[in-house]
């Protein structure tokens, strides 16, 4: 699956029919008051996201005869589709950048939909950033303070220390556990930007 695959709402969607049988501009209603301020799509974009689903059979379509409107197609999730669902929405985000649009939404869902495996995809998200963190930090290491590449790594440095704290808040938020939080704290330093021109990534 390419990033921009990737980055197409279609497991939202079966999220959304999770919860039961929907029509399209039903469907995308729901979809932008629940998702609008995370992840947007126009109705043409639904329209064409569960024409794909459809042919994937991942959804079953159904037509409904109306007396004074015209048939409308109301959507259901095939069992395929529920375990598509279901496989997506415990698995971590690899890009960083994703996690403001693809983590939010499987976040979203897990809570939610009540389902298993909320925790666990918060320390899976954090086990990534963390080891970019620490990989990052070792490069760090072999340059020279005056080196610029000391100013690029810092900022990326101080993004992911910051996405892991707010990991560490949504595990508070949502109840689950940061089994990790208080012991990876103790072992890895913090990144500190004063300890002398260049060496923004020495240890405090």
Same mark, same amino acid.
């Given at each position: 699956m390419t990033r921009r695959t990737a980055l197409t709402p279609r497991h939202a969607l079966l999220g959304l029919l999770m919860r039961?049988?929907?029509?399209? =501009? $039903?469907?995308?209603?729901? =979809? $932008?008051v629940e998702l609008g301020q995370v992840w947007r799509a126009g109705i043409s974009?639904?329209?064409g996201l569960l024409k794909e689903l459809e042919e994937a059979a991942l959804v079953e379509v159904r037509v409904e005869l109306q007396e004074t409107r015209p048939a409308r197609k109301i959507y259901s999730l095939t069992p395929a589709g529920r375990q598509a669902f279901k496989h997506w929405v415990r698995q971590p985000v690899a890009n960083t950048r994703d996690i403001r649009v693809l983590f939010l939404a499987k976040l979203y869902f897990l809570r939610q939909l009540g389902l298993d495996g909320l925790g666990e995809l918060i320390e899976a998200q954090k086990a990534i950033c963390r080891e970019r963190a620490d990989g990052i930090a070792r490069r760090a290491a072999e340059l020279s303070p005056e080196d610029f590449e000391n100013l690029v790594?810092?900022?990326?440095?101080?993004?992911?220390?910051?996405?892991?704290?707010w990991l560490d808040g949504c595990c508070l938020q949502t109840g689950t556990r940061s089994r990790k939080h208080d012991r990876r704290r103790a072992s890895h330093g913090s990144v500190c930007t004063n300890a002398g021109p260049g060496r923004y990534l020495a240890k405090c």
């Amino acid at each position: 699956m390419t990033r921009r695959t990737a980055l197409t709402p279609r497991h939202a969607l079966l999220g959304l029919l999770m919860r039961g049988s929907m029509h399209g =501009y $039903e469907l995308h209603r729901q =979809y $932008e008051v629940e998702l609008g301020q995370v992840w947007r799509a126009g109705i043409s974009q639904v329209y064409g996201l569960l024409k794909e689903l459809e042919e994937a059979a991942l959804v079953e379509v159904r037509v409904e005869l109306q007396e004074t409107r015209p048939a409308r197609k109301i959507y259901s999730l095939t069992p395929a589709g529920r375990q598509a669902f279901k496989h997506w929405v415990r698995q971590p985000v690899a890009n960083t950048r994703d996690i403001r649009v693809l983590f939010l939404a499987k976040l979203y869902f897990l809570r939610q939909l009540g389902l298993d495996g909320l925790g666990e995809l918060i320390e899976a998200q954090k086990a990534i950033c963390r080891e970019r963190a620490d990989g990052i930090a070792r490069r760090a290491a072999e340059l020279s303070p005056e080196d610029f590449e000391n100013l690029v790594l810092g900022f990326r440095h101080h993004q992911l220390e910051a996405i892991i704290e707010w990991l560490d808040g949504c595990c508070l938020q949502t109840g689950t556990r940061s089994r990790k939080h208080d012991r990876r704290r103790a072992s890895h330093g913090s990144v500190c930007t004063n300890a002398g021109p260049g060496r923004y990534l020495a240890k405090c």
